[in-house]
């Protein structure tokens, strides 16, 4: 077998590309001094009220950084499509793109979908008319369904954890010494220091973050809310006394704290499982008073809804804090938890860890924020309104406030998925809490960045991974930020 | 207004405690403790010889009296072991029963010994907190004037060509953490594969002799995390502040461009940055953690990764009570900072 190149046949396209995006930068920059140094174009009005702008220097240089730009993305779009039809005859990029496929696919129908039906779906259909609200949602959604078919072995080459010999720090595209039948014959993105294929690795890795981030971000709100409403709303010694307790954990440095309560050791007193035992009982207490509070006038619907979607919960929030049949199982001594033919899960102990450190280094700030916002709106009429007609406080919280504070508050969370995903990168970072050959980002970035200095590309693929979901986060809640204040 | 200071440093004790007292008790648990006893003596011991370990050195008391010893509230542990060793609390290796004193604790000025470095602590976190201020005097002198110029230039013409530019510049630096940004800037301006050498991949030199070719790197990398974040909300404000009446006034008024900038609008809209700027200091103590890690420069941040690594207590607690002191004293200032700077709110 060949060593693949970077584009293989496609390279035709490259010099087109350096082009194209040359003319951008050189169009950015332009772009830039016209708008400081040119006055704007002069609008004028016509007879029939419209409006017409003169074709000055400055609309020149925005037609020509539309152009370059649109003709920047077309040749990306050729490389992958090319790709696709050609694979690795294509080289490297071809034979990514390729494996990608289902990614594409998936990618094309959802916002064909979205795009078609935009104008009933809310908030997110508002979604599809910012520019950048879209290009963030296509790098997150790229990263979620990368980690969904990745999970499901649809897009990895190899087995992330396999070690092939003769394959060590080989940079990308080498082939593999003896391929056997059914066996990928290239490492894509090539070898790290233990001959493990840095590509799968990659992929898998975002399984990882897909898998903890939104949930951990979820959980962290759920904790916040439940505590950061009935601070903001009834204020006085609980608020003082629970906004004293945000504060304490918020002056510790999180690395510090990660040191403290991500270890080995700490997992083995059974601290961990203490403090899931009591942050996942926020989710259900939520949930619980979330429904009474509606529907407590109507104790029929009430009671057999609240019995059904509680037994659930506590079942899910039983079997996943017990492991084996063990709430905590330390040598010391252990209580007894869910039975295992009832539990649906387990959570090992590593991931349990760096799960409850997450919410619970997220959780204070989501208390600041909602209770900031429940101050806020508390002082509304329709709060008023709402007290004069006697609802209970839990109903004002939850059904008056909450729904009102939302926009900030689905900003925030997409802000905080980014953040929780850098949290987990810097735990993988400092080689806490997983396990030190799990291809998540950060531990893989740790690994690569002792032999950076001569081997670059075991840990810029997953850094590169990283930035860009953060970036396609951070870009969404923009936008979404951006559409929901039109409103 | 001395109340409120007075207040508010009643809290910080507080919380101080609290935490000291958190942190205490985690590196106190007994797995914590039996990885201390196997670093400290030898690797093989039994269950049985790591008991008696920690307890000949007092490491098995309760916690409230070892916390109490800590501070310096309740006496040393002391013990004379049967081969004639003296060890407890308060002794230094080598140390004799006169020499010793009664009380070792934070209230005498005793922050205890270190484990890992078998020296003092006070002048381990006093020499690792030199190395990490002069980083973190170069990162704010990078830092602080680029972010205000970026959020200033973005937020004079809200929706030009320039804020747009530099608002996706600044969205970038805040999704780039630090050893994401540290392991980029590494490989390209470092490794020999990409051939531009212009910079060095440690800092390790830079304790002794810093160069702008050593130094430069990790500076960068931390500066341009916080940058984002303060950047955008200068450009906030800034844009906040340009919409307000008595810009649109002095604009009538036919005062130029330049001079509404520099005279009218830069004041205002710098009240909310600074508070930012003041609130930035614990995250970028995050940064010094990662930075100095990838980078090999021995300030705090590495001894807080030694010391947490080691189960080193006496050290780890230091490290707590600096960085918790670090981050409360720099809200109060943003708090004072804050009443100053803008006379519309009064500390009742």
Redesign the interface.
């Known amino acids: 077998m060949e060593p693949l190149s970077w584009t293989g046949s496609i390279a035709f396209l490259n010099p087109l590309l350096m082009i194209a995006l040359g003319l951008m930068i050189l169009s950015?920059v332009v772009?830039?001094l016209?708008?400081?140094f040119l006055p704007e174009t002069p609008m004028t009005v016509n007879p029939d009220g419209t409006l017409t702008s003169g074709s000055g220097l400055r609309n020149t240089v925005q037609m020509a950084l539309r152009y370059s730009f649109l003709a920047s993305v077309a040749i990306s779009v050729a490389y992958i499509v090319l790709g696709i039809i050609l694979g690795t005859g294509a080289g490297i990029i071809g034979a990514i793109s390729q494996q990608f496929l289902p990614v594409w696919v998936s990618l094309i129908i959802l916002y064909a979908m979205s795009i078609a039906f935009k104008r009933r779906l809310g908030l997110y259909g508002k979604l599809f008319d910012s520019p950048i609200g879209m290009i963030g949602f296509g790098l997150v959604m790229f990263w979620v369904f990368t980690g969904i078919f990745g999970a499901l072995d649809l897009i990895v080459t190899h087995d992330p954890l396999v070690q092939v010999s003769g394959m060590k720090n080989k940079v990308p595209g080498t082939p593999l010494p003896n391929v056997e039948d059914g066996e990928y014959a290239w490492y894509l993105l090539g070898g790290d220091n233990l001959a493990r294929d840095v590509f799968s690795r990659m992929v898998k890795g975002a399984w990882i973050v897909v898998q903890i981030a939104p949930l951990a971000t979820l959980f962290a709100f759920m904790v916040g809310i439940t505590l950061g409403l009935p601070a903001g709303y009834y204020g006085g010694r609980l608020d003082t006394f629970l906004s004293?307790l945000a504060?304490?954990i918020?002056?510790?440095?999180?690395?510090?704290l990660f040191?403290?309560?991500v270890?080995?050791?700490?997992v083995?007193?059974g601290?961990p499982n203490y403090m899931a035992a009591v942050l996942f009982v926020f989710p259900i207490l939520f949930i619980g008073v979330l429904l009474n509070s509606r529907y407590y006038t109507r104790p029929k619907f009430r009671t057999p809804l609240l019995i059904g979607v509680l037994g659930v919960a506590i079942w899910l929030y039983l079997s996943l804090i017990s492991t084996g049949g063990y709430i905590i199982n330390t040598d010391a001594y252990r209580i007894w938890g869910l039975p295992t033919y009832l539990d649906l899960f387990d959570i090992p102990g590593g991931i349990l860890v760096v799960f409850v450190s997450v919410v619970f280094v997220n959780s204070p700030t989501v208390f600041r924020i909602v209770r900031g916002l429940a101050l806020d709106i508390k002082t509304r009429d329709y709060v008023a309104a709402a007290q004069t007609r006697g609802e209970g406080p839990w109903y004002i919280m939850l059904w008056e406030i909450l729904p009102n504070a939302r926009g900030p508050l689905i900003v925030d969370f997409c802000l905080r998925i980014?953040y929780t995903t850098?949290l987990l990168?810097?735990l993988g970072?400092?080689g806490l809490g997983l396990p030190p050959e799990s291809p998540d980002w950060?531990s893989t970035?740790?690994e690569?960045?002792k032999l950076?200095?001569?081997?670059?590309h075991p840990?810029?693929p997953p850094?590169?991974a990283?930035?860009s979901l953060?970036?396609g986060?951070?870009?969404l809640a923009?936008g979404l930020r951006e559409e929901s204040l039109k409103d | 207004m001395g109340l409120f200071i007075l207040r508010r440093f009643g809290v910080m004790l507080l919380t101080a405690l609290c935490l000291t007292f958190v942190v205490f008790f985690l590196t106190n648990l007994y797995p914590n403790l039996e990885k201390l006893a196997k670093t400290q003596g030898n690797q093989r011991m039994s269950d049985e010889q790591v008991e008696a370990w920690l307890d000949n050195r007092g490491y098995l008391q309760p916690t409230l009296i070892k916390y109490g010893q800590w501070l310096g509230v309740t006496p040393g542990f002391t013990k004379t072991l049967a081969d004639g060793q003296f060890v407890g609390t308060c002794v230094r290796p080598g140390g004799t029963p006169e020499d010793t004193r009664n009380y070792c604790g934070v209230l005498q000025g005793d922050w205890g010994y270190s484990t890992v470095f078998k020296d003092e602590v006070g002048s381990i976190v006093g020499k690792r907190l030199g190395n990490t201020g002069y980083l973190m005097f170069w990162v704010l002198v990078l830092m602080v004037p680029t972010a205000l110029i970026v959020g200033v230039l973005a937020g004079m013409r809200e929706g030009s060509a320039l804020d747009r530019s530099l608002s996706t510049f600044s969205i970038i630096t805040t999704a780039t953490p630090e050893y994401v940004s540290g392991v980029i800037f590494i490989a390209i301006f470092t490794s020999s594969t990409v051939g531009l050498k212009w910079f060095k991949g440690t800092a390790t030199s830079a304790m002794d002799n810093p160069t702008f070719e050593n130094f430069f790197l990790p500076v960068l990398t931390i500066a341009l995390y916080g940058m984002g974040y303060i950047a955008r909300m200068t450009r906030a404000s800034m844009t906040e502040v340009m919409t307000a009446q008595y810009i649109r006034t002095a604009r009538l008024k036919g005062v130029s461009f330049s001079n509404i900038v520099m005279k009218h609008a830069l004041r205002n809209a710098l009240i909310a940055p600074f508070t930012v700027i003041m609130l930035q200091f614990p995250w970028l103590l995050n940064g010094v953690v990662i930075v100095e890690t990838l980078f090999n420069y021995k300030g705090f941040g590495w001894a807080l990764v030694q010391a947490a690594g080691n189960n080193d207590i006496q050290l780890l607690l230091a490290i707590s009570v600096v960085s918790v002191f670090v981050v409360l004293i720099t809200q109060l200032i943003s708090d004072i900072g804050y009443v100053y700077l803008n006379p519309r709110i009064r500390i009742s």
């Open positions: 950015i772009w830039i016209t708008s400081i004293f504060n304490l918020l002056a510790f440095p999180v690395i510090l040191y403290l309560l270890t080995p050791e700490i083995a007193t601290v980014g850098i990168g810097t970072f400092f950060g970035i740790n690569g960045r950076l200095s001569i081997y670059l840990a810029l850094a590169l990283l930035l953060v970036l986060l951070n870009l923009d």
